[in-house]
Nanobody, 124 residues
Framework: VQLQASGGGLVQAGGSLRLSCAAS????????MGWFRQAPGKEREFVAD????????YYADSVKGRFTISRDNAKNTVYLQMNSLKPEDTAVYYC??????????????????WGQGTQVTVSS
């Protein structure tokens, strides 16, 4: 399985970006997906995740109300819509896949595959 994250870039504070993560290879359902991020000099942190059926989504408190995770199973793609971006959202964003129906949550070792990351830079 390969995960290709895209959609990062440079945006001004208050702006929006939409990240995508496309899964390819032997992507047997079900699987949950998560987004994480790592800012310079900091540990990687959980951002959001979504279950296979999209019935459950979870967000870190720092992004709740501003970010929305969604997925299109027909396209094997998960999205992260990021609105009202702040300079503290600057980080490399990673997507991750976890086999099964249960959410992966913030437990990184629980994920089976990781994407290469996409840079998001928010200027003030």
């Amino acid at each position: 399985v390969q995960l290709q994250a895209s959609g990062g870039g440079l945006v001004q504070a208050g702006g929006s970006l939409r990240l995508s993560c496309a899964a390819s290879g032997r992507t047997f359902s079900p699987y949950s997906m998560g987004w994480f991020r790592q800012a310079p000099g900091k540990e990687r942190e959980f951002v959001a995740d979504i279950t296979w059926s999209s019935t459950s989504t979870y967000y870190a408190d720092s992004v709740k109300g501003r970010f929305t995770i969604s997925r299109d199973n027909a396209k094997n793609t998960v999205y992260l819509q990021m609105n009202s971006l702040k300079p503290e959202d600057t980080a490399v964003y990673y997507c991750a896949l976890k086999w099964g129906s249960y959410r992966g949550g913030a437990y990184e070792p629980g994920y089976d595959y990781w994407g290469q990351g996409t840079q998001v830079t928010v200027s003030s």
